[in-house]
C-alpha cells in the first residue's frame, strides 16, 4: 500500500514507508556476511593505498597545470594561483568498489591548459612525479569517445579523462556546479558527467548506506551471470546504480536485502521502454549540451539527468 505524508523520494511517493521487522534487520546482516565471504569488500590497507595513490594524482595535476601555464608564459602570480584538482567517479566514488577494482579520476584544470597539453605533459610528468616502478601500462587515447588515459599506478587500475572549465583558477574547493559546464564542448561535458552524475545518484537516495549495500550484492548478481557491461549490451555500473537508487526511493526505509528483492520484482513488471528516472528532466539553455528528451530521442531505458 502506498504511504501517505511520507517525503517524497523521486518522482512518485514511495510505495512503502514501513519501517524493516527484525527479519529483515537479519537478512541484511546475513547479505553482507555473505559479501564479505565473496571477497566483495577491500581491506582497510589497500583502501589507504588508493587514497596515497589519488593523493599523488592530485599533486602531478597541480604541477602539470604549472608547467603548461609557464610554458605559456604567464604571470607569475596566474601561475601560482591556477590550481587544477581530481574527482573522482564510479564505483570508487559511490562507494561500492572492491578488490581490484579501478580508480575512475577525472582531472580539471583552468581555461588555458587544453586536451592536447593533457595527453602531451601528463603521461611523462606521471612517470617522473610517481615513486619509481609505481607506473605500469600507461596507455593514452586520445581519440576514444571519451579521451582516457589507461595506466596503473602502484598496482591499481586508474582511469584518467580530462577536462579544461571555463575559469582562470581551479582551487581546492571548486566543485562541478551547473555554472561551470558553460563553455565546455560536448567532449568536456562527456567528461564530467560521470562525476557529476556518481553524486547525483548518491544525494537522490534515502540511505546511502543500505544503497550501497543493496547495490553491492546486485553488482556482484549481474557480474557472476556475465549481464554486467555496456560493450555487451547490458547495464553498466551507473545503469545498475539507478536502478537500484530508485528502488530505494520507493521504499525508502527498507534493509539492503528488502531493496534486493524489490529489485527484482519492480524491474521485471517495468513498463520499458518507459526509462527508470530520479528526478524531473530540468531544461537549461544555458548549457550547451542535448538534454535527453523521450520525444525526439531514441527511448533508453535508463535515464539519470542531472541539473
Not at 112 to 128: A, G, H, I, M, S
Not at 204 to 227: D, H, M, N, S, T
Request: aromatic letters at 10%; glycine letters at 6%.
Amino acid at each position: 500500500m502506498a504511504s501517505t505524508g511520507a517525503q517524497k523520494w523521486g518522482l512518485t511517493p514511495p510505495i512503502s514507508s514501513t519501517p524493516p521487522t527484525e527479519k529483515d534487520l537479519i537478512a541484511t546482516d546475513a547479505l553482507i556476511t555473505e559479501l564479505k565471504r565473496q571477497n566483495n569488500f577491500e581491506n582497510p590497507e589497500e583502501t589507504h593505498k588508493r587514497r596515497t595513490v589519488l593523493t599523488n594524482i592530485q599533486k602531478i595535476t597541480v604541477e602539470f597545470v604549472r608547467q603548461v601555464s609557464n610554458r605559456q608564459g604567464l604571470p607569475q602570480s596566474v601561475v601560482n594561483s591556477a590550481g587544477g584538482k581530481i574527482f573522482t567517479y564510479g564505483s570508487y566514488r559511490l562507494g561500492v568498489f572492491g578488490p581490484g577494482s579501478d580508480i575512475d579520476t577525472l582531472v580539471v584544470a583552468p581555461k588555458n591548459v587544453t586536451r592536447d597539453d593533457f595527453f602531451t605533459y601528463f603521461p611523462p610528468l606521471l612517470e617522473k612525479m610517481a615513486p619509481p616502478g609505481a607506473i605500469e601500462e600507461l596507455t593514452p587515447v586520445p581519440d576514444a569517445f571519451v579521451p582516457i588515459i589507461k595506466l596503473d599506478f602502484s598496482g591499481i587500475s586508474i582511469d584518467l579523462i580530462f577536462a579544461s572549465l571555463n575559469v582562470a583558477e581551479v582551487p581546492p574547493e571548486l566543485e562541478l556546479t551547473k555554472d561551470k559546464l558553460k563553455g565546455l564542448d560536448e567532449r568536456g561535458l562527456r567528461c564530467v558527467n560521470g562525476t557529476r552524475v556518481t553524486d547525483e545518484i548518491l544525494q537522490l537516495v534515502p540511505e546511502q548506506k543500505i544503497f550501497r549495500v543493496a547495490l553491492r550484492g546486485i553488482k556482484l548478481w549481474a557480474q557472476r551471470r556475465a549481464i554486467y557491461a555496456n560493450v555487451m549490451g547490458f547495464p553498466g555500473g551507473v545503469a545498475w546504480a539507478m536502478l537500484v537508487a530508485r528502488v530505494c526511493q520507493l521504499y525508502p526505509r527498507a534493509t539492503g536485502s528488502v531493496i534486493i528483492g524489490k529489485v527484482f520484482r519492480i524491474m521485471s513488471k517495468w513498463a520499458w521502454p518507459q526509462p527508470v528516472q530520479l528526478k524531473q528532466i530540468e531544461y537549461d539553455n544555458t548549457v550547451d549540451a542535448r538534454i535527453w528528451n523521450p520525444q525526439v530521442w531514441l527511448p533508453c531505458p535508463f535515464l539519470m539527468y542531472f541539473g
